[in-house]
C-alpha cells in the first residue's frame, strides 16, 4: 500500500516537472549485463595484505578495478546524459573543478560489514563516472582539471585513488587536491541561512567551472544525498571545522548546504548510480544495482530526479526546498530527458534510524 501511494505521488510529480519544463535533467539507464557486478575486488585487498608484499617500492596501493566494458558503458552514458541535459559548461581554457566524494575509507567499511564489491562501489564516488565527466572537460579544451575532496574520515588524495579517481588521472591528465592542504579563503553567504561566511579551498573558488559527481544515497540526517551536499558538506575543509565536520551547522544541515552551495555556485550535477547506497546512509549502506547515471546543469533539479528515483517524494527534504527557496534551481519545475523516472524507479531500503527530522528540515523519511 505505500509503495502505491508512493509511486502514485511519484508520477504526479513526475507530470508537474513535465508541464512546466524550467529545467532539464537527464537520465541514462546502462546495460545490465556489462554493468552488473562489475567492480573488481581482490581477496588481499579485503584482507589488508600488501599489492606488492616482496618489493619494498610497491606499488602498494589497492584500488578498486572495473571490467574494460563497464569502463567503456559508464563513459557511454554519461556523454550521452551530458549531450541530453545540455548546459554543458566547460570551454577552451577553463580551469575544472571535480568534486570527488570519497568519505569512507577501506577499513571503516570492512570493519562496519560493508567490505564488498556493491557496498564499495555505492559509498563514495563512481571511478568511472569521474573519469567520464573529466574526459568531457579535457575535450572541451580544459587547461587544468583538478578533482578535490576533504573527507571527514578519511585521507583525501589516497583515498580517492582507493575508490576510482586513479581513472581520471591516468585517462584525462587529472591533478587530485587535498582540500585540507590547500589555501583557503573566508567569503560572505549571501543568504547566510546557517552562518554568515564560510572557509572555501581557493583551489574551489577560483575554477572557471565546478561540478559535483557524487553517488546517490539515503542520509540519516538529510534523507538522501547527491550533489548537493557532495559540495555543501564535503567541501569545506577539515582543518577549519574539525573531522568529520562537526564545526559546521548540522543543526541546521537543509541550510548549511544551500548556504555553501550558493558560495560555490556549484555549474554542473553528474551522480553515478550504478550501484546506489540503501539502507544506513551515508556511511553503512547497501548497495543496490541501479545502472543509471543522471547529469544537469541543475543541481536541484538533478538531486531532486536522484531522490524520486529512489522511491522517495522530493519536497519531504528540507535542501531540496531551501535550494530552490534560494535561488539555486527547481526541485519540481523540470523536464525528464532520456529514461523516465518511471522506467529506473527503485524503491531504495529505508533509513533503520536517523537523526532528528528538524536538522535536515525533512517531512517525512
Known amino acids: 500500500m505505500k509503495k502505491a501511494l508512493i509511486i502514485a505521488v511519484l508520477l504526479t510529480f513526475a507530470v508537474a516537472m513535465v508541464a512546466f519544463a524550467a529545467s532539464k535533467v537527464a537520465i541514462v539507464q546502462g546495460n545490465e549485463k556489462v554493468l552488473k557486478d562489475s567492480t573488481i575486488l581482490h581477496d588481499r585487498f579485503l584482507g589488508y595484505a600488501p599489492k606488492s608484499p616482496t618489493k619494498a617500492r610497491g606499488p602498494h596501493q589497492w584500488t578498486l578495478e572495473y571490467t574494460p566494458a563497464s569502463i567503456k558503458e559508464v563513459e557511454k552514458m554519461v556523454r550521452k546524459a551530458v549531450k541530453l541535459a545540455g548546459g554543458w559548461p566547460v570551454k577552451r581554457g577553463d580551469t575544472v573543478f571535480i568534486k570527488f566524494n570519497a568519505n569512507n575509507d577501506q577499513w571503516y567499511m570492512i570493519s562496519t560489514g560493508h567490505g564488498n564489491a556493491p557496498d564499495f562501489t555505492c ?152 550501484y546506489g547506497g540503501e539502507g544506513n546512509g551515508p556511511t553503512m549502506c547497501d548497495g543496490i544495482y541501479h545502472g543509471i547515471v543522471i547529469a544537469s546543469p541543475d543541481i536541484v533539479a538533478a538531486d531532486s530526479v536522484g531522490t524520486s528515483t529512489m522511491g522517495r517524494v522530493p519536497e519531504r527534504y528540507g535542501y531540496l526546498r531551501v535550494g530552490q527557496e534560494i535561488g539555486l534551481g527547481t526541485y519540481k519545475d523540470i523536464k525528464v530527458v532520456g529514461n523516465s523516472i518511471e522506467e529506473v524507479l527503485k524503491f531504495y531500503k529505508e533509513l533503520p534510524g536517523h537523526g532528528p527530522a528538524a536538522w535536515g528540515e525533512v517531512w517525512g523519511w
Request: glycine share 8%.
Open 123 to 274: 559509498t563514495n564516488s563512481d571511478g568511472r563516472v569521474v573519469r567520464a565527466v573529466a574526459l568531457l572537460a579535457k575535450e572541451s579544451g580544459a587547461k587544468k582539471i583538478y578533482i578535490g575532496e576533504a573527507p571527514g574520515l578519511a585521507n583525501s588524495i589516497p583515498n580517492m585513488r582507493v575508490w576510482g579517481a586513479y581513472l581520471a588521472e591516468k585517462d584525462a591528465g587529472a591533478e587530485l587536491v587535498d582540500l585540507d592542504r590547500v589555501p583557503y579563503r573566508w567569503v560572505k553567504a549571501p543568504h547566510a541561512l546557517a552562518a554568515k561566511e564560510y572557509a572555501i579551498p581557493s583551489v574551489v573558488l577560483d575554477a572557471d567551472v565546478v561540478i559535483s559527481v557524487p553517488p546517490l544515497k539515503t542520509h540519516g540526517f538529510a534523507g538522501t544525498t547527491a550533489s548537493m551536499k557532495n559540495i555543501g558538506i564535503g567541501i569545506p575543509p577539515n582543518k577549519v571545522y574539525g573531522a568529520p565536520k562537526t564545526g559546521l551547522r548540522h543543526d541546521k544541515l537543509a541550510r548549511t548546504i544551500a548556504d555553501v552551495c550558493e558560495v560555490v555556485d556549484v555549474d554542473y550535477a553528474v551522480i553515478g548510480a550504478i
